[in-house]
C-alpha cells in the first residue's frame, strides 16, 4: 500500500517534533494503535537516521580535505606557523 503525502507529513512533523503538539499527539496515538503505521514511522525514522549519517560523512570528507590543504601546502605555511605557535608546536 503506497503512502500518502498527507500521512509522510504527518509522520514527520512527529518524528522530527514539530508541528502542532496536538496534531503530534493524534498521530502518535494513531501510531500506537496501528501496526502498519508504526512500521512506516520506524522506516521514515531510520531513513533520517542514514540521511544524517551520510550528511555527516560527506562533512568529514570535506573538513579533512580541507585540513590537508592547509597543513600539507607549501602555499600556507604562514598560516601552519601561527597555528602550531598556539600550541607550542615543535615538530
Known amino acids: 500500500m503506497r ?3 498527507a500521512e509522510l507529513e504527518r509522520l514527520e512533523h512527529w518524528l522530527l517534533q514539530q508541528g ?4 503530534r499527539l493524534v498521530t502518535e496515538a494513531k501510531v ?5 503505521l508504526l512500521a ?3 522506516c521514515q525514522q531510520r531513513s533520517y537516521e542514514l540521511i544524517r549519517h551520510y550528511g555527516r560523512s560527506q562533512l568529514r570528507k570535506e573538513i579533512l580535505a580541507v585540513e590537508q590543504e592547509l597543513f600539507q601546502s607549501s602555499r600556507h605555511r604562514s598560516f601552519q606557523k601561527r ?5 607550542n608546536y615543535r615538530p
Open 3 to 5: 503512502t500518502s503525502l
Open 40 to 42: 512506516k514511522a520506524q
Open 32 to 36: 500506537l494503535i496501528n501496526a502498519d
Open 20 to 23: 502542532e503538539p496536538d496534531s
Open 83 to 87: 597555528i602550531l605557535s598556539i600550541f
